[in-house]
């Protein structure tokens, strides 16, 4: 995972498969810090690789958008895991795009 803090956004990159309480603590923990850090830009959270994510990481997710108003954006690099979160009506709840990398 690479934080990438761009003018127009902080970017927080995952590479490989989401799959373990660790791997989304510390992808919790990077978007957490990325928000701090860096107030004034939005977060774009970039899941490369990944073709499922864990509950644990959608309901964070969903949290720091729609309770905590964070400005983030998911973009995902696996249509498998696109297609997922559309079929679970997550699209839109939880800002994702399809990514363009």
Same mark, same amino acid.
């Given at each position: 995972?690479?934080?990438?803090?761009?003018?127009?956004?902080?970017?927080?990159?995952?590479?490989?498969?989401?799959?373990?309480? !660790?791997?989304?603590?510390?992808?919790?923990?990077? /978007?957490? =810090?990325?928000?701090?850090?860096? &107030?004034? #830009?939005?977060i774009?959270?970039?899941?490369?690789?990944?073709?499922?994510?864990? !509950?644990?990481?959608?309901?964070?997710?969903?949290? /720091?958008? =729609?309770?905590?108003?964070?400005? &983030?954006? #998911?973009?995902?690099?696996?249509?498998?895991?696109?297609?997922?979160?559309?079929?679970m009506?997550?699209?839109?709840?939880?800002?994702?795009r399809?990514?363009?990398?």
């Amino acid at each position: 995972m690479v934080t990438k803090v761009r003018s127009e956004s902080v970017d927080v990159v995952v590479t490989g498969t989401i799959k373990t309480v !660790s791997d989304t603590q510390a992808i919790k923990d990077a /978007v957490l =810090k990325a928000h701090t850090s860096h &107030l004034d #830009v939005p977060i774009r959270l970039l899941l490369q690789d990944s073709f499922i994510i864990t !509950s644990s990481l959608i309901g964070f997710l969903i949290k /720091v958008i =729609k309770m905590d108003h964070y400005a &983030l954006i #998911v973009e995902v690099g696996s249509l498998e895991l696109y297609e997922m979160l559309e079929d679970m009506n997550l699209i839109e709840i939880m800002n994702v795009r399809k990514a363009s990398v």
